[in-house]
């Protein structure tokens, strides 16, 4: 019998590390359910074990709305370290909870230093749920990690039966299987019974070959978002600024638009040395670096959403204060 390749399996909890009180059990499980440990997550599905042997590596049992900044600091070295010291892995994969899924992507894809495939992979349903989508999500991920073909694409998100680009991935339902996608471009391929088809490369920079190199850094400088709406005035922004914001992502109505009081606001505190990136709430498409944007000296978030230009904000701070530098690093990532 051919040698299985070798995954480890970093456990983060979350949805797909769930178990509800019953079979029918798809909402109060957060709350009132338990969480398995990675040895448990990777022993329920023996059919794992015919595609890889995985290495289980502990690391938190948590919903993901407990994971930040610190945690992602933390999961970028224990990725590089396993990598390291386990040459003879074929890829990891990261079992995480959805609602900050596409976060913790996004920031190892920027961040990682190994060029072993990385794969972040969630469930909507609990694994003791009816039809959960737990178990073929996660057979997918080790499938993915161990595809030649899905090597040097960066960091990926495979749900669903699709492997997505942790830079474009984003959830866009609450309950629904099918909630991952990327916007105006499309997955980069899909996972079948005959294998990992993949149809398109990411072009943008991307882990193991990027600047920003966190591997010695305690925390991360902090970047929060204002959400425009109807008649929003500066409250949020002033009240960021007095706790200490370096940088501010406006998510402004489409096309990346604050309103006039919020506009204000900003400009204040671009006076004040905030960095300030516009993006847009709509969910898809460019905010391009027009006019007023660049006499203003604000960068323009491109088409990254805005918990995503919060992630590239917060790394660039890491490098420069320089506006002609971060747009640099926005056009690169």
Known sequence: MPTRP??????CGGTISSLGRDSTDVLDYPDFGTKMAIEEVVGRYPE?????????????????????PPEWLELASTID?????????????IPHGTATLEETAYFLHLTLKTDKTVVVVGAQRPASALSSDAGMNLLGAVRAATAPQARR???LVVLNDEVHCAREATKTSTYRLQTFRTPDFGALGHIDGDGVQIYRRPVRSHAPDTEFDVGKLQSLPRVDISY???GADGTVVEAFVAAGVRGIVSAGLAPGIPTPLERAALETARDAGV?????????????????????????AADNLNPQKARI?????????????EIRRIFATY
Do not use: C, N, W
Request: charged share 15%; aromatic share 4%.
């Open 6 to 11: 070798l995954v480890a399996a970093i456990g």
């Open 48 to 68: 794992i074990a015919k595609v890889a042997e995985i290495v289980p590596v502990p690391f938190r049992s948590v919903g993901s709305t407990a994971i930040g």
């Open 81 to 93: 370290r396993i990598a390291a010291q386990r040459p003879e892995l074929a890829g990891i994969v």
């Open 153 to 155: 694409l960066g960091v």
């Open 228 to 230: 425009s709406y109807g």
């Open 275 to 299: 960095v300030i990136v516009q993006s847009s709430r709509a969910g898809s498409g460019r905010v391009a670096l027009r006019r007023y944007l660049d006499e203003a000296g604000m960068v």
């Open 312 to 324: 590239l904000l917060m790394l660039a701070l890491t490098k420069s204060q320089d506006i002609g």
